[in-house]
C-alpha cells in the first residue's frame, strides 16, 4: 500500500508542476504573438477587466504584480449576491471552507484543507481574519455580520510577514469602504420568502469639512428561521423529586429565529497630502435561538435519536428543516437566571475599532494600525435532537483585544528597498460554563438545580518584529527575503465555581489549576520574482508558518487536572513553498492566475468533542502534509459578458497522529485502540478538506432602452466530499456536492435605483457544515449542524 500512495504522490506532484508549466508556456507565447502581431482578433481594450488592487503586503499593489496566491472578491459582487456573512464569502473561492460550528469557539475557517475546529474556545483559529487592518484569530467572528465591504481578499497558505504576529494557515482579509469627497447616500430593503427574512440597510457618505470625510452604514434584519422544533411534552424522568412537574414541557422555540443590527462608522482626516488618519467603528449585535437551533441529527445507531438509554419519539435521523429539542421546567429555569424561561438562546455582541496613521516622507512610508476588538457571547441550548433536560448547558465568554502595529517602507529609485515593522497585542478571555447534567434535586445551600459551573480565564500577551529586503537583480527579476520573530506568553485557569453536591466526579469546587509558558519563533521566508513582460509574472516562494500554543478550555473540570500540562497544547509550524503565475490575456480583458503548492505542517492544533465523556480536547497532530493546484480565470468575453471560473486541488493528509480519542461507534472503528481509546489518524484526511472544489459563473449586463438596464448572474460551487468532525467518524462524512446560485437585476443607466430577485442555493441542496458526535446518545448518534436551504430575495435599492 505505501508503495500504491508513493506512486500516486508522484503523479500528483509531476501533474501539478506539467500543468504549471504549460500554462507559463502558452501565456508566454500567447503574449508575445499578441504583441508582436498585435493581433486584430483580440478583444478590443473596451472589454478590459478593472484593474485590483489589493493589501496583500500592506501597501495598495496590482494584484497582477503580487507575488502571494489569493482569491479578490469585490465589494460590488459581495453586494449583487446579498453576502453580509463570513460564511457565504468562503463560497465564492476554491480550496476555502468557512462554516460556523455549534461550539465554544463559534467557527472554523480552512484553506487548503488546513484550519481549526470551533470545538475549543481556548484555541486559535490556523487562518486569521482581518479586519480593516486588525488582526484577530478569533472562530466567534464568524458571528459578526458584515457589510459595506471595498473588497474581500482571501490569502492562501503561510502569512508569516505582513499580518499581524503570524498566520500558518492563511488569512481572510476584509476591507471596509471608506468616504468619498461626494455627497452619497443609499438605502436597501429585502425579503426572503423560505426564512420569512427582513432586511433593511442605509448608508450616507460625504465631506463633513475639506479635510475631513464621514461614511455611516447601518443593516438590520430579523427572520423566524427555517428549522422548525418539533419536540412535544414528555414524562419527566425526574418527576418523583420533590417539585419535579410530571411533565417536561416540549419545544422551547418554533423555528431557529434570530435578529441581527450591524452598523459601521468611519471618519477620515487627511490634514495634509502625505498624512492620512482613519477611524473605524464597527458594532453588531444578534439575538437568536441558540447555536444548536439550526442542529439536525444526520446518523442514527437506532431508529431514533436516544438519550442515556432513552428514545425521542419526537426525532428523526434525517436532514429535513426538523429538529426536537426540548426546553427546561419553569422550576428549573428559575433557579439560575441565565437561563431565562426555560428556552434555549444565544446572544453576540461585539465592537471592533481601528485607527489607522498613514505618513509619506519622500521615499519612506509610515504606517499604524491601532486596533481594539471587544465580544460577549452566551449561548444556552439543549443539546441536539433530544427533550431531556439533563443535556440542557451554556456558556458565557468576553474576550477583549488590544493590537498595535508600525510599519516602516521605502520606495528608493534604486534596486534595494525594504520593509520593517513591530507588532503587538494584549488579549484577555473569560469563559463560564454550566451544566444541567442530571435530573438532581435542589440544593439544600444554595437552591440550585444544575449540576456545574465552571470558568475558564486565558491571557496572552505577544511582541513580534519583521523585516524584508527587496532587491531587484535585473529590470525582470526581484528577489525579496525576509522573517519574523514572535515572542507570546501565554496564561490559564481553570476553576470549578459549582459543584452541585451529589456530583463526585469533578474537581472540588474553588480549587483552581493554573498554567503559564512563553513561546518563541523565527519564521522565514524567501520569494523570486520574473516579470517577463507587462502582462505575465511567475515567482516561486519558500515559506514558513507559526502559530503558539497555550492552553484548552475542558468542558468538565475533572481531578485529572493537577498541573498547567495538563490542559497545555503545543505551538504549531509549517514550511513549505509554492510556484505561481498570473497572465493577462487578449488586451486586458482575460486574466489567469494559478499556484502549484506544497506544505509540511507539524503539531497541527486539533479540537476534538468526546461526547462520552462531556468534554473537550486539543490534540497535536505529529504531522500534516498539504499540496496541490489551484487556477482562477476571469475573462470579459464582451462589454456585456463575464466569465469567471476557479479550481482548487488540496490532498491534505495526515501524516502522523495518533493521539486523539476515537469516534463514538459500536463496535469501535478499525483504527481504534480499544485499551487506550485513542486512535490513529495517520494517513486520513482531516475535517472540512474536501480533495476538489470548483468555483464558475457570469455577469451580463445591457442596455435595454435609454434609460434602464438588466442584469443576470449566475454562480455555481461543486465540493468534493469531505470530514465533518475531527476525530473523522465515518458516520460524519459529507459526499460530493454543488449549488447554484443566481440573481436578476433590474436598474437605471445611473444606478439611481435598482429592483433584484436574489435566489441562493436554487437546487435546494442540504449538505453538513460542521457535526459532533450527540452527547450521551447512543455510540454512532451523530448530529450536525446544516446549511441554509433554498433562499429566494426580492430587493430593491435607491441611491443618490
Known sequence: MGIRLGAAAF???????????????????????????????????????????????????????????????????????????????????????????????????????????????????TVATNIDGVQASRGNLMRLGMLDLDQAEILKGP?????????????????????????????????????????????????????????????????????????????????????????????????????????RATLLFKPFDDLTATLRVLSGATDDDGIDAGVEMTHCANAVPYYKNRPDPYGDCAINNRTSSGALPQIVAQSDPNYRDGRQYGVFGTALTSLSLDYTRGPLTFDSVTGLLNYNVTNFN?????????SYSGFIEHYRQWSEEL??????????????????????????????????????????????????????????????????????????GGARYTREK?????????????????LPQGVGVAGENTFTNTSPEATITWNANSDLMVYGAYKTGFKSGGFARPVLITPNFKTGADFEYKPEKVHGGEIGSKATLLNGSLRLTMAVYEYDYKDLQVSNFIASQLRQEVANAGGLNTRGIEAELAWRVTHQLTLNTGLGYSHARFTSFDSITCAATDPPTANCDVATGKQNLSGYQPARAPDWTATAGFTYETAISSLLRIGLSADARYSDSYFTQDNISPFAHQGAYATIDAAARLMTMEDHWELAVIGKNLTDRRYVLFSFDNPSGAPGDVASLINRPREVMLSAMYRY
Open 11 to 125: 503523479r500528483v506532484r509531476m501533474g501539478t508542476v506539467i500543468g504549471w508549466a504549460l500554462m507559463v508556456a502558452v501565456c508566454s507565447d500567447s503574449v508575445g504573438a499578441e504583441t508582436a502581431a498585435e493581433s486584430t482578433e483580440a478583444a478590443s481594450s473596451d472589454n478590459a477587466l478593472e484593474t485590483i488592487t489589493v493589501t496583500a503586503r500592506k501597501r495598495v499593489e496590482s494584484f497582477m504584480n503580487v507575488p502571494v496566491a489569493a482569491s479578490v472578491i469585490s465589494g460590488q459582487m459581495l453586494e449583487n449576491q446579498n453576502i453580509h456573512d463570513i460564511e457565504s464569502i468562503g463560497n465564492l473561492s476554491p480550496a476555502v471552507v468557512l462554516v460556523p460550528t455549534t461550539g465554544m469557539a463559534g467557527g472554523s475557517l480552512t484553506i487548503r484543507g488546513i484550519g481549526s475546529a470551533g470545538v475549543d474556545t481556548g484555541t486559535e483559529q
Open 159 to 263: 502569512q508569516a510577514l505582513f499580518f499581524g504576529k503570524n498566520s500558518p494557515g492563511g488569512v481572510l482579509s476584509l476591507r471596509s469602504q471608506l468616504p468619498g469627497d461626494k455627497f452619497e447616500f443609499m438605502t436597501r430593503a429585502g425579503y426572503e420568502f423560505r426564512a420569512d427574512e427582513r432586511q433593511i440597510e442605509a448608508m450616507v457618505s460625504g465631506p463633513l469639512t475639506e479635510t475631513l470625510l464621514a461614511r455611516f452604514a447601518i443593516q438590520a434584519s430579523q427572520m423566524d428561521g427555517w428549522t422548525q422544533n418539533v419536540a412535544g411534552p414528555i414524562a419527566n424522568p425526574g418527576a418523583a423529586i420533590p417539585g419535579e412537574p410530571a411533565l417536561l414541557p416540549g419545544a422551547g422555540y418554533n423555528y431557529n429565529g434570530s435578529k441581527n443590527v450591524v452598523g
Open 490 to 506: 501565554r496564561t490559564g485557569f481553570l476553576e470549578d465555581t459549582y459543584v452541585h453536591p451529589l456530583i463526585g466526579f469533578l
Open 407 to 480: 510599519r516602516l517602507a521605502s520606495n528608493f529609485a534604486g534596486p534595494v528597498n525594504f520593509t520593517a515593522g513591530a507588532y503587538f497585542e494584549d488579549t484577555k478571555l473569560r469563559s463560564d460554563f454550566e451544566d444541567v447534567l442530571a435530573n438532581l434535586p435542589q440544593d439544600p445551600t444554595t437552591g440550585r438545580r444544575d449540576g456545574l459551573a465552571s470558568t475558564y480565564a486565558a491571557t496572552g500577551r505577544t511582541y513580534s518584529g519583521f523585516g524584508q529586503l527587496s532587491w531587484k537583480l535585473l529590470d525582470s527579476l526581484t528577489l525579496t
Open 382 to 390: 439543549n443539546a441536539a435532537t433530544n427533550v431531556f433536560i439533563e
